[in-house]
């Protein structure tokens, strides 16, 4: 079984501030671990991806996020906010294997302050 | 690449009626497709995983009846709400991952917003 938390539902932060997004896992295999993020009214895309091969990983949009087993952590940062990072992010997680399904945690709302 | 096409991208439509969302993926083939709901300020919750060529496997508390899916080519599968309800309105969101790529990640369509009337 496979779960993610994403700890608080809502993250407000100043433009040009850090930005961390928490997010702890369970699983009973090694995970695969992703970061997405929604803007209003549509799907979901892909910030970032572990898969279990460098545990710090670099996704788009200057989002990295840093695999820590021994935390059961995959926390999501980006040094600085910018005023387009506004959105909902969800952290998921999954086992290995094509059809593996994909687990979500509740979300996380991101505000930029001006 | 690996674009996956969701239409349509809203719907508004009577109690009663059924409505038909399309998912496909536009330059890769997927034997599996995935359906997730998501309603207000929540999460996604896996609804059924599409199996080009058999039967969908749905999650536990899914309506099959209600919540026909249809995966007839490598490219395509088709949620259909039958007999729509106030409470199926909400938003819809299919899924597919391309064989190609290593470890490859799912893809998502832009979603559905179904309001039933």
């Known amino acids: 079984a496979q779960s993610v938390t994403q700890l608080g539902s809502h993250v407000s932060v100043s433009e040009g501030a850090l930005v961390l997004l928490r997010c702890n896992y369970s699983s009973s295999v090694p995970p695969y671990l992703f970061w997405y993020v929604q803007y209003p009214n549509q799907g979901l895309q892909l910030l970032l991806k572990?898969?279990?091969?460098?545990?710090l990983v670099k996704g788009i949009n200057g989002f990295e996020a840093e695999f820590k087993k021994s935390e059961t952590s995959f926390h999501l940062t980006k040094p600085s906010a910018h005023m387009s990072d506004a959105a909902e992010y969800f952290c998921?997680?999954?086992?290995?294997?094509?059809?593996?399904?994909?687990?979500f945690g509740k979300g996380i709302t991101l505000s930029v302050r001006p | 690449g690996a674009v996956v096409s969701q239409h349509p991208s809203w719907v508004i439509c009577k109690s009663g009626t059924s409505v038909k969302i399309e998912c496909r993926s536009l330059?890769?083939?997927?034997?599996?497709m995935f359906w997730y709901r998501q309603f207000p300020k929540q999460s996604l919750m896996l609804m059924a995983t599409?199996?080009?060529?058999?039967?969908?496997?749905?999650e536990q508390g899914v309506e099959k009846d209600k919540f026909l899916i249809n995966h007839a080519s490598l490219t395509l599968s088709t949620l259909t709400v039958t007999s729509a309800h106030p409470e199926d309105s909400s938003f819809y969101i299919c899924?597919?991952?391309?064989?190609?790529?290593?470890?490859?990640?799912?893809?998502f369509g832009n979603g559905t917003r179904l309001t039933v009337t």
């Open positions: 330059d890769f083939q997927a034997t599996t």
């Open positions: 899924s597919a991952m391309p064989g190609w790529e290593k470890n490859s990640p799912l893809h």
């Open positions: 572990y898969t279990s091969a460098a545990t």
């Open positions: 998921a997680v999954s086992g290995a294997g094509a059809n593996s399904k994909l687990t």
């Open positions: 599409s199996n080009e060529g058999s039967k969908a496997t749905y």
